[in-house]
């Protein structure tokens, strides 16, 4: 049995013209946090950060709150893109 993975991970910053807000990111892109120490990953629900800090938080903004929920680092935080296919 063959395994696809089925999201890709890209630098966020190669995503930027898809939009720099929540409200502006496309639905089939998710979230991916990385920790700049420990490099644990982890998925950010959006729609849980949406009414949270409201949709119009920025992408930069929300990679700076981010914090390692294993190591608890806050600092160099890594906020990914992930698409994911579409049929
Ligand atoms: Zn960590």
Redesign the pocket.
């Known amino acids: 049995m063959r395994h696809r993975r089925s999201i890709d991970l890209m630098p966020r910053e190669d995503a930027a013209e898809h939009g720099s807000t929540l409200a502006q990111l496309p639905e089939w892109y998710v979230l991916v946090a990385r920790?700049a120490?420990?490099?644990?990953q982890g998925h950010i629900d959006r729609r849980l950060i949406g009414r949270k800090c409201g949709y119009d938080l920025s992408l930069n903004a929300l990679a700076r709150t981010l914090k390692?929920s294993?190591?608890?680092?806050g600092e160099g935080n890594k906020l990914l893109l992930g698409k994911l296919p579409r049929d």
């Open positions: 920790c120490k420990c490099r644990h390692c294993r190591c608890n680092n």
